[in-house]
């Protein structure tokens, strides 16, 4: 996969810091956490659902998030079941 020259670097915009949120990743300048944002999305809500609750939030601190939760997940091993094997595979 091929990184957009234009996309956010999460580095630029999520911090940890102990002091705040107990060292959790949160958006620079606020207390609102990565965490926090996966599960307002997670539980359905919107990109303009939350810059609309959240004002201080931009849409470039969102797709930080995003950026983010694949960095933090990319290089984990497969999480899902095995698929199957087929009958024609050796054993």
Known sequence: MQVEDNEVRWQDRIVSTPETLFGKPRIAETRIGVEFLLGLLAAGWSKA???????????????????????????LPRLAHPLPAQENDAA
Do not use: M, N, S
Request: charged residues 35%; negative net charge; glycine residues 0%.
């Open 49 to 75: 659902d939350i810059l609309d609750e959240y004002p201080r939030l931009t849409a470039a601190d969102l797709q930080a998030v995003f950026a983010f939760a694949r960095d933090c997940v990319k290089d």
